[in-house]
């Protein structure tokens, strides 16, 4: 990989796991040798401190937002990984960030040494629209209709911004009641990059304030974070996404529903 790599985690949908991928997938990629830094760039409920034990911070995206500090004054240090994080303010009132202020944010970001910039964002579709400083966005779903309804219609915006995107599954249990992995490659055309798993190391790493990824290795959670972190480099590095699906039953239904 030659340059920065921007990341941002977004769904329409709260509640998803965005939160919980951005932090395990920047520890990760951090673990395996790569500068990261994650921006907890959530202006109405930021949650990243709470699975990384960071959530009395002082100095946090909206002092760089409004340009009060610049980025690298806003930046704190994970003990344990020495993950970079631009942490949120968690008593703080929602704020909107500017076009202004992403460009400043941006500019920055591109006179840094990171590999990799990981965006964790609020549910909705907050700065969309300047979405050409992004290299991919991520549209995380749960396996069901709701879900993966509303992940759609986040792809349908995205495509109309021509910004690249690929899709993550999480929570997934493999019950026959759930959507799976095949019927997404058949509605969604871009690439459906992990299928993690529910795995009740997530609440609990929440709740010890040690990310998942550090707190429990062996899970079937920090497996699926790790290749789906291996395989992201992967790709990054030669470049381009795969080629899109084969058009299947549930795509030809979403068409028909979506006409
Ligand atoms: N793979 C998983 N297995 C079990 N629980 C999970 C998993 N992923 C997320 N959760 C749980 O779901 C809840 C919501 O996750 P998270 O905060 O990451 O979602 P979010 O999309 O960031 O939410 P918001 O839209 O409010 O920012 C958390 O309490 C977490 O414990
Ligand atoms: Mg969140």
């Not at 999480?170 to 871009?190: D, T």
């Not at 459906?192 to 997530?202: G, N, R, S």
Request: proline share 6%; hydrophobic share 35%.
């Amino acid at each position: 990989m030659s340059r920065q790599h921007i990341v941002r985690l977004v769904s329409q949908k709260g509640g998803v796991g965005k939160t919980t991928i951005a932090v395990n997938l920047a520890v990760y990629l951090k673990g395996m040798g790569y500068e990261t830094l994650l921006i907890d760039a959530d202006t109405t409920n930021p949650s990243v401190g709470f699975h990384l034990g960071m959530e009395r911070a002082s100095i946090g995206y909206r002092s760089i937002a409004y340009g009060r500090s610049p980025l690298r004054e806003a930046v704190a240090v994970h003990p344990s990984t020495g993950l970079h994080v631009i942490p949120g303010i968690i008593n703080a009132k929602p704020f909107i960030v500017s076009d202004e202020a992403v460009r400043r944010i941006h500019s920055q970001l591109g006179k840094s040494d990171y590999r990799f910039v990981i965006f964790d964002t609020q549910p909705g579709y907050a700065n969309f629209h300047v979405s050409k400083y992004v290299d991919e966005t991520l549209i995380v779903t749960t396996p069901d209709m709701p879900s993966l309804s509303s992940a759609i219609r986040v792809a349908s915006t995205l495509d109309r911004l021509r910004a690249k995107h690929s899709m993550v599954l999480n929570r997934y249990s493999g019950r026959k009641y759930e959507v799976s992995p095949r019927e997404i490659g058949s509605i969604y055309e871009g690439r459906l990059q992990a299928v993690i798993p529910e795995d009740p190391i997530v609440p609990m790493s929440i709740e010890e304030h040690i990310p998942a990824m550090e707190l429990g290795r062996r899970t079937g959670f920090a497996r699926e974070i790790a290749s789906f972190g291996r395989s992201y480099c992967d790709l990054n590095m030669s470049g381009e996404p795969e080629a899109p699906l084969r058009e299947g039953f549930f795509r030809r239904l979403f068409r028909f529903w979506h006409r």
